[in-house]
């Protein structure tokens, strides 16, 4: 489908690298949309909105800089993850800074609010949504955002449990607009499934965090290297909302092993703690998504856009000689 005009001719991959609370800053998005893919970070990474706000007059002033002194370089927009909950009080005073600032784009979280929607589109922003299921994809086409991402099984943080082949299918039953994927995504060649499959854009985290511009510490980029898919647990007992995190973070903290799989019904409303809870419980307990089998290293974002560029190109070849 149809990419927003913001991003028609400035992406130089199919790529948006996930905003990742306590992990996403300043740093990393200006790497990113200097390599061409959209660069992202939360709110609530800020702990108050006035340190907020200054977030996004760096981001404005820097990339406005940027694309001055290098009119032909491919730089990508960024954006902003929005938590639009009860439990966060700050959400409508950060959207009026994201207006007030004109971030191109809004990710929301939690809720699909047409009141985020149509304040986005007063100056031209876009607004992509975070969904599981098609319920909520539903919800958050009705709401009039313009993408919706499709946090499938898989996935790092709030993920889904839906298989991606599936998901993707069904969220355009339901909705036209730009399709993201998320869920264990780290390869080139990812990206360019995620769009055999459908989807418009590839929506990447946990790869991000092993980059040294990102806010993780030394130990938490270690646990990933030595990590695998299996050692990805997706529970209830961190925050109360099913989340992935390694296992081996989980034992650290002192979890017990034999009742993190206990199922546990998926609800983004009242089980929710308060924000500052949450974040607590996310400091101690390091989140991944089973993409790190393939993460083996940190490296630099130029030196990790390249890479992915290398892999998705040669997957595209590879696929097209394969053809012929």
């Not at 607004?127 to 955002?145: L, S």
């Not at 974002?301 to 040669?314: A, G, H, I, K, M």
């Amino acid at each position: 489908m149809p990419l927003p005009a913001s991003l028609k001719d400035s992406l130089s991959l199919p790529l948006v690298a996930a905003p990742m609370f306590l992990i996403s800053g300043p740093e990393l998005a200006l790497a990113c949309c200097k390599q061409g893919i959209v660069g992202s970070f939360p709110a609530l990474n800020q702990r108050s909105s006035e340190g907020f706000e200054d977030w996004l007059i760096q981001m404005n002033e820097e990339l406005a800089a940027f694309r001055s002194t290098n009119p032909d370089v491919t730089t990508a927009p960024y954006a902003v993850n929005l938590i639009v909950h009860r439990t966060n009080p700050r959400w409508q005073a950060d959207l009026e800074l994201c207006v007030k600032h004109q971030v191109p784009i809004i990710i929301t979280s939690l809720g699909a609010a047409s009141q985020v929607v149509e304040a986005v589109h007063s100056y031209g922003g876009v607004v992509f949504h975070d969904v599981t299921n098609q319920k909520h994809a539903r919800k958050a086409a009705e709401a009039g955002v313009d993408g919706i991402i499709a946090v499938a099984a898989g996935a790092g943080g709030h993920a889904g449990t839906i298989n991606p082949f599936v998901l993707v299918h069904e969220i355009r039953e339901v909705f036209d607009g730009t399709i993201l994927l998320a869920g264990g995504l780290s390869h080139g060649e990812d990206l360019l499934a995620a769009q055999a499959l459908g989807a418009d854009l590839a929506y990447l985290g946990t790869r991000f965090i092993n980059t040294f511009e990102s806010q993780a510490d030394e130990a938490y980029r270690n646990m990933i290297i030595e990590a695998v898919s299996g050692d990805i647990i997706h529970t209830p007992a961190v925050s109360g909302v099913p989340a992935s995190f390694m296992r081996q973070s989980l034992e650290a903290a002192g979890f017990p092993m034999d009742k993190l799989n206990q199922a546990g019904e998926i609800n983004y409303g009242e089980k929710l703690k308060p924000i500052d809870d949450e974040a607590k419980a996310w400091k101690t307990v390091w989140s991944a998504g089973q993409g790190v089998s393939q993460i083996h290293d940190v490296l630099t974002v130029p030196d990790l856009v390249n890479r992915l560029t290398d892999e998705y190109r040669n997957a595209r070849e590879r696929l097209l000689s394969s053809g012929s």
